[in-house]
């Protein structure tokens, strides 16, 4: 028993690493998280699958043959329990109850043993009476079946157990050790996986996944074992006609579903299905869930808009490209793999934070009305993304994450491209200034002029003509700044602001470095304002005006070029159109011991409810010559409950005997 | 103790007779035949199942236990008046004087958690004042949060249809509403048993996890804005949730009331306060009474989780952290009962073990969400 408590104890310690180290991640992230020397040391121990490792399977092996044990060791005394009455029981033992009273009785014994036999059975006691030499014993006992709740409570764990053994599939477990079965690496085609790691249709158990694009069919499902996978064939082919999500007006997913057609391998007969999320469906003796989903290969048209220091940018018209998520392309020198598409993106309009408001304005506001207050922040579509990787020559990738859409920031619209470097990091986004058209164009445009030193003298000297029109001025004057915008455009087309204001902390006195920096983002803006005329007329438009929403436009361009230095590719991917391809991830597991362990679970339950609130009571009525009745009470779980229920018989008993109670209560009535 | 102190169950005949019950019960049966009759066409069979099933189980625990009928009607009769005054229209919370000051849900919450805020007080106060008057209040201060907490979960119920139909959902989906539906169970359990045993003053200790629990509750609304009404994700909408969650949180609040039950036992067996205290053994047979009923509730409610996975997420048992989470809390109190009950341990130990146990409980239901990852991730903070 002590032995029970311990197990119990340390099979509950044991279950906690499971949950603080994550389980079956990739073999990868392990080596990436623990180091050379701890990753073979946690293998051994089992420690990326606690609960399918050897010695945890022990530990549960050892509660099914202790809770068995058990079982057996007490089944035969909670036998002779439930069928005797202890109708051979001595006045000397029932002395010994905890509840025990003796009564006064008047009459004969042969007036009172009727009257007490109705008393008991009207109580709902069974019992035997006893005749002994001068005395009746009336051995009574209600409610001994409830005895039968610890063999249900501890049958249904054993039955649990073993139901979750059948699961656990340990034929195939078993094939894996013998090497008949031998897991592979999941990145390679299906056609190349070797027979070793394929199962038939008669695998007993299995849970494993089946991606299934849009329009495709699917009969393999891959079971993730360790640090590979296995192939699970089906009796049966998924083809999925269409994934759907349903969204609710926040944006957020209400619904997931996949419209399949099973089509039976043996039979060749079709059936229309729609697996939901929560509403799996099972044929065959195989259940398919809604896992998950994924892009099933949408076709992505793009348009390469240069960008980045112009020396790396090749210069002419913008290519277009035509990318397939989950493929890879190529542009120049790089590879594009295509990761990832999403149709819809719901994101908070203004992230301004509730927060700030005083304490009692957020009471005042939260603690009253609805539960749906004005705060609630608001949310919206923002439109398609696609996230791609570009790798160099040298094999290094960065990560890119696009918007189909122009998000407005600030009272401005803005083509947002994000990049990271390591997936861990969240993507940091780079924003392009939409014209007053709602187009890229002139910022493009722009680009070319501005950061283009082929440009910069004509640029330079148009604007200091502009400025310093002949006549109001001296030509060398002129000149003087037109050489100064160029030299400022120079410096700038190296590393945007950040050149200009370590030219100026290198040249300029301290004291004087606010008015330089100023000088200079004038100087640059007049230029700006020179290649905005400029792109105008390349692209055909009528001359800028000097509104005030130029200037911003103006300054918004010169920030967005001095970051664009800065992004690590010298081109971005601009999504002009797609065709979307949806896939749905579902799951197909055939369970064979989910029947045994939820009859267990049943069974547990009731006789769980049976030995708790199970109400097993034995009554001793010893009826004596001499007007002497002695009654005593146990039970098998002792409570107050039973010390109240013996007072109520006690006094019900001592009515009927007609005796001189004087309702004082029991004796030792304490110690129960 | 004095024997004279033990509840005596009454006479069950003697309830047969009582008309109060009777009407009680025929109120639940009209109640739900209307809600039949004008909803019953957007049901299924599992949610009908549900409907019949609450009716009867809120007619049996009335019947055992009428003062819950009373809480029954109260807090019914109040979500119903807010559902009137509401008219279809949820902009109703900021213009009727009445849903925005006491009925809406938000008001309501706000009122259950001052009420218990000051029910703990008054117990306080009653336990060091020796005063039954203070502890009176408590009791009643303790009813009155019930009641509005419950109407305030019926009117959000109500509520999160009226943003948008397919919002429609039970309160019990988010750490927010389980947090109100805690501090509801445990205050019932608490109410049940000191209508059931002397167990004078007793409040002091378990009003206490109730005030934590309303703490969290200010805090995660204030900071975290999580008392908005959001809708479901595809993974919650299911009967099961029904069922479910409700029998976590009636084990998780009888875990709690036994710990606090076991701090006073610990204080009791040691002297401290041990007058103005109830004696060792009804203490003992508390702490165990509230063990019992929470393993039972917790065993079922496992058992409901596990049909609720192998529905979702096609297995019954994958060994999530919240499901591993809530298997060490089970065997935690199966090692108590098997201590209690096989080696008929008694006192101070058990007790230790039961203020451990409410450590391990917590950690399962909200330091899994805190700093585990899992399946269970629409339950973080
Ligand atoms: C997961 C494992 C187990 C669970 C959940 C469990 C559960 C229970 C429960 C709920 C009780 C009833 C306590 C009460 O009546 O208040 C009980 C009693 C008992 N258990 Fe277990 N048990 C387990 C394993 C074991 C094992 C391994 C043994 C023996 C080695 C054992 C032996 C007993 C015995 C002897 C009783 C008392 C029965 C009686 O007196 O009626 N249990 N158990």
Redesign the pocket.
């Known amino acids: 028993?002590r032995?029970?408590v311990s197990?119990?104890a340390i099979i509950a310690i044991a279950s906690i690493i499971g949950t603080v180290l994550k389980q079956n991640e990739p073999y990868n992230n392990y080596l990436n998280q623990f180091g050379q020397f701890w990753f073979p040391l946690f293998e051994i121990f089992g420690l990326y699958s606690v609960y399918g490792s050897g010695w945890f399977l022990l530990l549960l092996a050892f509660?099914v043959i202790?809770?068995s044990?058990?079982l057996i060791r007490?089944t035969p005394g909670?036998l002779r329990e439930m069928r005797g009455f202890r109708e051979h029981a001595q006045e000397i033992s029932l002395r010994q109850f905890g509840l025990h009273i003796e009564l006064d009785y008047r009459g004969t014994r042969e007036a009172l043993t009727p009257v007490l036999a109705a008393y008991l059975r009207e109580h709902g006691y069974r019992f035997r009476s006893n005749l002994r030499s001068g005395a009746t014993l009336f051995a009574a006992k209600s409610g001994s079946w409830h005895?039968t709740?610890?063999w249900l409570?501890?049958g249904a764990?054993v039955t649990i157990c073993l139901g979750g053994l059948a699961d656990g599939n340990l034929p195939l477990k078993l094939r894996l050790l013998l090497g008949d079965k031998v897991v592979t690496q999941g990145n390679q085609a299906i056609s190349a996986i070797p027979e070793s790691a394929r199962l038939g249709p008669d695998n007993p158990s299995f849970r494993g996944n089946l991606f299934i694009p849009e329009g495709q069919s699917q009969s393999l499902a891959v079971l993730n074992v360790r640090d590979g996978i296995l192939l699970q064939e089906l009796p049966f082919a998924v083809s999925l006609k269409r994934f759907v999500i349903d969204h609710y007006a926040t944006g957020a997913p209400k619904r997931f579903a996949s419209e399949i057609l099973l089509t039976d391998r043996a039979t060749g007969q079709s059936f229309e299905r729609v697996v939901e999320v929560n509403h799996p469906v099972t044929y065959r003796g195989i259940t398919l869930y809604q896992a998950s989903f994924d892009d099933g290969g949408t076709r992505l048209n793009l348009v390469v808009q240069p960008l980045g220091k112009m020396t790396d940018t090749p210069r002419g018209a913008a290519d277009t490209l035509v990318g397939v998520v989950g493929e890879s392309g190529r542009h120049g020198d790089y590879t594009i793999e295509f990761t990832g598409f999403r149709a819809l993106n719901v994101e908070p309009l203004d992230s301004e934070p509730t927060q700030t408001k005083p304490l009692r304005e957020r009471f005042a506001e939260r603690f009253a009305g609805s539960g749906r207050n004005a705060d609630q922040r608001r949310m919206a579509n923002v439109g398609p993304s696609f996230s791609y990787k570009l790798r160099d020559t040298s094999g290094q990738a960065k990560e890119f994450n696009n918007y189909m859409f122009p998000v407005s920031i600030q009272g401005r619209w803005w083509l947002l491209t994000g990049v990271r470097e390591n997936p861990n990091e969240p993507f940091r986004y780079l924003r392009l200034p939409l014209d007053a058209d709602g187009r890229i164009d002139t910022f493009v445009a722009m680009r070319t002029r501005l950061l283009d030193p082929g440009q910069h003298r004509s640029i330079a000297q148009t604007f200091a003509r502009r400025s310093l029109p002949s006549g109001t001025t001296s030509e060398t004057v002129q000149t003087r700044l037109a050489d100064t915008a160029q030299r400022t455009l120079q410096l700038f087309a190296e590393q945007g602001f950040d050149s200009v204001g370590r030219f100026i902390e290198a040249n300029v006195p301290s004291a004087e470095r606010e008015q330089a920096a100023e000088v200079f983002v004038k100087l640059l803006e007049g230029c700006a304002w020179q290649a905005l005329i400029d792109a105008h007329a390349a692209l055909g438009r009528p001359a800028p005006t000097t509104e005030a929403d130029t200037a911003a436009f103006l300054r918004a361009t010169l920030t967005a070029m001095s970051d664009s230095l800065h992004y690590p590719a010298p081109f971005w991917l601009q999504l002009s159109g797609y065709d979307e391809v949806k896939a749905s991830v579902l799951q197909a597991t055939r369970s064979p011991g989910m029947t045994p362990v939820f009859l267990g679970c049943a069974l547990?339950t009731v006789?769980?409810l049976i030995?708790?609130y199970g109400r097993e009571r034995r009554l001793f009525l010893l009826v004596q010559d001499g007007g002497k009745l002695l009654v005593a009470m146990s039970a098998?779980?002792k409570s107050l409950a039973l010390a109240a229920e013996f007072r109520e018989h006690s006094q019900g008993i001592a009515r009927l005997a007609n005796s001189g109670f004087d309702g004082s209560g029991p004796t030792r009535a304490a110690d129960v | 103790m004095d024997i004279a102190d033990t509840p005596i169950n009454p006479d069950s005949r003697s309830r047969l007779a009582s008309p109060g019950r009777w009407a009680y019960a025929l109120v639940l049966a009209f109640g739900t035949i209307v809600t039949l009759v004008r909803y019953g066409e957007h049901m299924d069979g599992f949610e009908l199942a549900i409907l019949v099933g609450t009716t009867l189980t809120l007619a049996a625990l009335g019947w055992h236990w009428l003062a819950s009928a009373a809480l029954t009607l109260v807090s019914g009769a109040l979500a119903l008046l807010a559902i009137d005054l509401y008219r279809g229209d949820l902009a109703r919370a900021e213009q009727v004087f009445a849903l925005k000051y006491l009925l809406a849900s938000q008001s309501a919450i706000g009122w259950m958690s001052m009420l218990f805020l000051m029910a703990t007080a008054a117990y306080w106060i009653g336990l060091l004042a020796r005063s039954p008057f203070a502890s009176a209040v408590g009791r009643g201060l303790t009813w009155a949060a019930s009641a509005l907490g419950t109407a305030g979960l019926l009117a959000r119920w109500h509520e999160s249809y009226l943003i948008a139909p397919d919002y429609g959902h039970i309160p019990i989906s988010n750490l927010y509403e389980v947090f109100v539906l805690f501090c509801l169970i445990t205050a019932l359990l608490h109410l049940y048993y000191e209508g059931r045993y002397p167990s004078r003053n007793l409040g002091a200790f378990t009003l206490l996890v109730i005030s934590a629990a309303v703490g969290f509750l200010m805090w995660y609304a204030l900071e975290r804005g999580a008392h908005e009404i959001q809708p479901l994700i595809p993974a919650l909408q299911s009967y099961w949730m029904k069922i479910h969650v409700p029998a976590n949180f009636v084990g998780y609040g009888a875990f709690a009331l036994a710990a606090m039950v076991a701090v006073a036992l610990l204080l009791a067996g040691r002297g401290v306060l041990a007058p103005r205290l109830p004696s060792v053994q009804v203490l003992d047979e508390l702490m165990y009474r509230a063990i019992?009923i929470g393993?039972a509730f917790f065993t079922l409610a496992t058992i409901l989780g596990a049909l609720w996975a192998a529905e979702a997420w096609g297995t019954y048992w994958q060994w999530d952290p919240k499901e591993t989470w809530a298997l060490i809390v089970?065997?935690n109190y199966?090692a108590w009962?098997?201590l209690?009950?096989?080696r008929g341990l008694r006192g101070s130990v058990l007790a230790w073990w039961a203020l451990g146990g409410l450590l391990v409980t917590s950690f399962a239901f909200l330091g899994v969400n805190m700093f585990l990852s899992g399946l269970h991730s629409y339950g973080s903070l």
Do not use: K
């Open positions: 028993m032995f029970a197990l119990l509660l202790s809770t044990a058990c007490q909670i005895r709740g610890y409570a501890h764990i547990l006789g769980v030995m708790l098998h779980r | 019992a393993f089970w065997l199966a009962l098997h209690r009950l096989t």
